[in-house]
């Protein structure tokens, strides 16, 4: 067997395709969908990303602002500019890129994002609102990798999900996002003994650990779906994931890319979440008139 490529790049582009078609109904409205980067420092890999983002948002016709600040920003400036664009009606999504310099508290920042406006669906609110399946704001790569499985017509129910790595913006919404798709989710994590005795009971493997070329064919079973989340450079500085790909796709069924998988479907569900936020306020203000 040799696996199937899940193409992000093509997943991503009927995302945005739908996005697009959303945001000029909107500007025929009179609302352009505007998004606000707040990016800290010079990460060179955060640096990568948020241009990717902006270039996006521009692509589709929504408005990018970029607050870029150099690393000794204090908390308390980050605070009160979050708190303008809270404040912005021009500004529908607002997103701080992490990781943060360690003098910040990514918590206090996460928190104070107005919840309305959280197109990264890290808000304490949307993550609540995620767990008890309510309407929330989505975190982007979770919500990608769901929409990838999807176009693919990859059926989480009844299959055994593993999940390596728990970190609050991956593993650990995207294993609650497949169980509330009638998946059943194991966990594992750094500190998690004789990891190859879940990884290879997983029908679909989530690996999101950070770690190059980590997870190889010994770890999974035959036919496993593999979703590669790692974004690391090898040896020679070429970008790679957390996934052995060679050595893996001999065996999966199904396998993402690195680059061209998870991280263009996480672009693409960012653009969406904005415009979503974009129509909501249009909707609240159209309500407010007709009281
Ligand atoms: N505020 C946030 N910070 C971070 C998030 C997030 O969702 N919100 N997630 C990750 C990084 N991430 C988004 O910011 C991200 C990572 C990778 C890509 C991407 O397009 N990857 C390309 C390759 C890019 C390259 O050339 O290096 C690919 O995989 O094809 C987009 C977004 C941490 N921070």
Redesign the pocket.
Known sequence: MTAKLID??AVSQKIKDQVQMRVEKLKHQGVVPGLA?VLIGDNS??H???K??QKTCEALGMRSDLLQYPDDLTQAELLATIDGLNNDPNIHGI?????LPQHIDEFSVIMAIDPQKDV???HPVSVGNMMIGNEAFL???PNGIIKMLDHYAIEPAGQHVVVIGRSN??GKPVGQMLLQRNATVTYTHSKTKDLVYYTKQADILVVAIGVAKFLDSRHIKPGAVVIDVG?NRDENGK?C?DVDYEDVFEKASYIT????????V??AM?MENTVQSAENSLAKDKSGRTM
Request: net charge positive; hydrophobic share 40%.
């Open positions: 992000g790049k980067v890999a955060s990568t990303y948020v990717n983002k997103l701080v890129q992490l990781p990264d669906g890290f975190p982007c790569t913006i991956v974004m970008l994931g890319p690195v680059p061209g998988g998870v991280g263009p996480t672009i960012l």
